[in-house]
């Protein structure tokens, strides 16, 4: 299932959410310029990558590889689909809780979704980038707030592309639940087979919906 668009519009102009969509594109563009030495060497140095993460986190820069990794993304496909999810979502969560904090919403959930990941994949050594724990974490605080909102999806059958409006908690809770499913079936794979951290995309999304919760805005 693919996002078209939402029916909630935002009253102010979300100025984090626009800004870090122009800098996740920005990064890309940087990548795509980039040899693929360089390229390699970018990834994992600034990628996260499990094994590594937990045998130095008594170091001063542990933590910096979960900040930078979720700027990086591995492929046009993977850059555009989290900066749409990204552009439709995140003006509403913003808008709730102020640009400032929203910020703050914005990476803690990242932050929290590759400590996740790392737990669940403790011995992998496969660097692990992109926003999509972040962005996890946005659509979560959207189901807590914007449950009846209508979301305009694409749903593919077979070779044919489906057009449909469906509530925003049902479109949100499937997303979800194929993340649940997903990580459960890879559970006893090898961390090395593992391409999409599932984990993380079940992490940030209970992060997003306990931390909007923390950090709104008194009325």
């Known amino acids: 299932m693919f996002p078209i668009r939402d029916s909630e519009r935002s009253r102010a102009t979300p100025w984090i959410t626009r800004a870090l969509v122009v800098f996740i594109a920005a990064v890309f563009l940087y990548q795509?310029?980039?040899e693929q030495r360089a390229l390699e060497r970018l990834i994992a140095g600034c990628g996260l990558?499990?094994?590594m993460w937990l045998a130095n986190l008594a170091a001063a820069n542990a933590w910096w590889p979960l900040?930078?990794?979720m700027f990086l993304h591995g492929s046009l496909l993977h850059v555009v689909s989290n900066a749409w999810a990204l552009w439709i979502f995140g003006d509403n969560v913003e808008e709730h809780l102020g640009s400032p904090r929203f910020l703050v919403f914005y990476v803690a959930c990242g932050a929290l979704a590759?400590?996740?990941?790392?737990?669940?994949?403790?011995s992998s050594s496969v660097p692990t980038i992109g926003a999509s724990g972040a962005i996890a974490g946005v659509m979560g605080a959207y189901?807590?707030?914007?449950?009846?909102a209508r979301v305009v999806t694409v749903v593919p059958i077979l070779c044919f592309p489906l057009?449909?409006?469906l509530p925003a908690f049902l479109y949100l809770g499937l997303w979800f639940a194929l993340q649940v499913v997903s990580g459960a079936q890879e559970l006893g794979a090898s961390d090395e087979a593992a391409g999409i951290a599932w984990w993380a995309h079940v992490g940030g999304f209970l992060a997003g919906m306990a931390g909007v919760r923390l950090l709104a805005r008194r009325r």
Not at 114 to 120: L, N, P, R
Not at 143 to 148: K, N
Request: hydrophobic share 55%; aromatic share 8%; no cysteine.
């Open 32 to 34: 795509w310029m980039l």
């Open 49 to 51: 990558v499990p094994r």
């Open 67 to 69: 900040l930078t990794s």
């Open 114 to 122: 590759g400590v996740i990941h790392a737990a669940s994949a403790p």
């Open 143 to 148: 189901f807590l707030l914007h449950p009846r």
């Open 163 to 165: 057009i449909v409006e």
